[in-house]
């Protein structure tokens, strides 16, 4: 089995995943691609992108974030604020509750478990 890589991820055509249903400002519309997903559904990576506006995010499992273009925050619940940009790592663990504020359309690899 090939091992599964993109040799570049900005030539990536990513697919619509369609408007938040959880939008408190804006339009934001995020669009995406799976790289690989385990089988049994435990992990999967890829790319994912988001236009401008803010939004209500929860994070279901584990999330590990490389940000490769665009600007926003993520603000916790209790308050701690991370801005994101092009080169931002940040690890989101499993419940995290928050609000995502997008100021540029932003886009990411991420890898869930």
């Not at 669009?31 to 939004?55: A, M, V």
């Not at 994070?59 to 701690?80: I, M, N, P, T």
């Amino acid at each position: 089995m090939p091992t599964p890589h993109w040799p570049k991820a900005s030539t990536v055509e990513l697919e619509d995943w369609g408007a938040g249903s959880d939008t408190l400002a804006g339009s934001p519309r995020a669009s995406g691609k799976i790289l690989s997903q385990n089988p049994d559904g435990s992990s999967e990576c890829g790319l994912w992108s988001c236009t401008p506006g803010t939004r209500k995010v929860t994070f279901a499992a584990d999330e590990f974030c490389h940000f490769l273009s665009g600007r926003g925050s993520y603000v916790h619940d209790d308050g701690e604020e991370i801005p994101v940009e092009a080169g931002t790592l940040v690890f989101f663990p499993a419940g995290w509750t928050g609000i995502s504020i997008i100021t540029q359309t932003l886009t990411k690899a991420f890898m869930c478990r």
